[in-house]
């Protein structure tokens, strides 16, 4: 298992923040299908103001570039994908084209 954690932006509207969470109450069942498998085993976003966070655990089909080409492929993840570009905005770091932005990790506690 890999664990990635992702930033996003949200367009700084209270009507179009309460909007885009309430269409991830009800996420589209074929946009769950595509996820599940593109070998994402779990995933979760946290909202606070207009900042998403996301941590997605994956299992080892998964990668970046075979998430893409499949997500292109996929016209249902393509209006989903149009759809939430509504209610979302690149951060400044992110690159051309680029939506959701990898973390990195600066520290971490374990008991373990």
């Not at 074929?30 to 994956?58: C, P, Q, V, W």
């Amino acid at each position: 298992m890999k664990r990635y954690t992702l930033a996003l932006g949200l367009i700084n509207d209270p009507q179009l923040i309460a909007e885009y969470e309430e269409m991830h109450k009800e996420v589209w069942p074929e946009i769950k299908e595509s996820i599940l498998n593109a070998g994402i085993t779990s995933m979760a976003i946290y909202r606070s103001g207009a900042l998403l966070f996301m941590i997605m655990d994956t299992d080892d089909t998964f990668s970046f570039s075979k998430k893409g080409e499949m997500d292109a492929a996929n016209p249902k993840v393509q209006e989903w994908e149009k759809l939430m570009w509504k209610y979302q905005q690149a951060l400044p770091s992110a690159k051309p084209g680029e939506k959701w932005v990898l973390m990195d990790k600066i520290f971490e506690l374990s008991n373990k």
